[in-house]
């Protein structure tokens, strides 16, 4: 469930929970933005979201498990736009991928502490990898990809494009995996062009 929605058919407790968990989310969200993700303390969110110390620790143990928030606001309204921009130049299929993979990797991935957020959030368990993806509008932006490959006759029309967005999406994390334990432009960029070069014959009509 995402934060701030549908929390009106949870009961009251959970309710308070979700409102604690989004000034939390909300509060630190501004001061990486404002101060800087290195700069920010524990107590500067504690305060900002009007929590004691005890409650932000009880929530978010530590300072980088606030980092995939963060990751995900900066996906919605950086990368997102920049991919929706890209399609209007009406690009190819693996052009628009490889832009959006390269996005990903210059406006999340490069984060500070990204990697051991990104350990501590999915390296446990895959599936919530996935799911967190999906919630921030991954998925959402592959099938509007997977559209945009159909309509180009591009892409193969004997899958559904909802699987297809999802088989890509699988591949992908499997990419980003391993480099979660240190990032590196030049072996990501090499690692999405090897996904790319898969993609290319998997995709096709």
Excluded at 28 to 48: C, P, R, S, W
Excluded at 130 to 135: A, D, Q
């Amino acid at each position: 469930m995402k934060l701030g929605e549908d929390t009106e058919h949870l009961p009251l407790r959970e309710r308070n929970r979700q409102r604690i968990i989004q000034r939390i989310v909300k509060a630190a969200i501004e001061l990486f933005h404002t101060v800087g993700y290195e700069q920010t303390t524990m107590d500067n969110i504690a305060e900002k979201a009007e929590v004691s110390r005890g409650t932000l620790f009880n929530y978010f143990p530590t300072k980088t498990s606030l980092l995939i928030p963060f990751a995900s606001e900066l996906f919605k309204h950086r990368v997102q736009p920049e991919v929706r921009s890209y399609l209007e130049k009406q690009p190819t299929t693996l052009d628009t991928l490889r832009f959006l993979f390269l996005e990903i990797g210059e406006q999340v991935l490069t984060l500070p502490d990204i990697e051991l957020a990104l350990q501590q959030e999915f390296s446990p368990s895959p599936p919530a990898m996935k799911v967190s993806l999906h919630h921030v509008g991954y998925i959402e932006t592959l099938l509007t990809i997977v559209h945009h490959g159909r309509q180009r006759g591009e892409v193969r029309t004997d899958i559904p494009p909802e699987q297809l967005a999802r088989y890509i999406g699988v591949l992908y994390v499997s990419l980003i995996h391993p480099l979660t334990n240190q990032f590196s432009a030049a072996q990501y960029a090499s690692e999405v062009e090897i996904l790319l070069t898969f993609l290319r014959t998997a995709l096709r009509p």
